[in-house]
């Protein structure tokens, strides 16, 4: 089965940036894409961005769309997504997922695998 691993989350400033990593591993399992959801206290997850495994085009969420940019390096087998102009709002638990199910890339039911999250705090 695939496996997910985030990483590079923390604390940033207002107006910072930050880059967050997702290491797939297990690729004996076909998936369609590697989305970014987040997760904030009280808050439904809520898709960010994803970037499709066939032709590499990306997807945002209108919220992000012009400060955060996803990519992927093949040979390391990660999917990175970088955030700029942060802002508090963006606090969440960011998770990657694994897209299976065709369908509305921001929808988390059509994604089976998932990582452990990691936290990201944007605070002065």
């Known amino acids: 089965q695939l496996q997910l691993v985030e990483s590079g989350g923390g604390l940033v400033q207002p107006g910072g940036s930050l880059t967050l990593s997702c290491a797939v591993s297990g690729l004996t399992e076909d998936y369609l894409a590697i989305g970014w959801f987040r997760q904030a206290p009280g808050k439904e997850r809520e898709g960010v961005s994803c970037?499709?495994?066939?032709?590499?085009?990306?997807y945002y969420a209108a919220s992000v769309k012009g400060r955060f940019t996803i990519s992927r390096d093949n040979a390391k087998n990660t999917v990175n997504l970088q955030m700029s102009s942060l802002n508090p709002e963006d606090t969440a638990v960011y998770y990657c997922g694994a897209l299976t199910v065709y369908g509305n890339w921001y929808e988390s039911f059509r994604y089976k695998y998932w990582g452990q999250g990691t936290q990201v705090t944007v605070s002065s």
């Open positions: 970037i499709f495994r066939r032709d590499g085009k990306p």
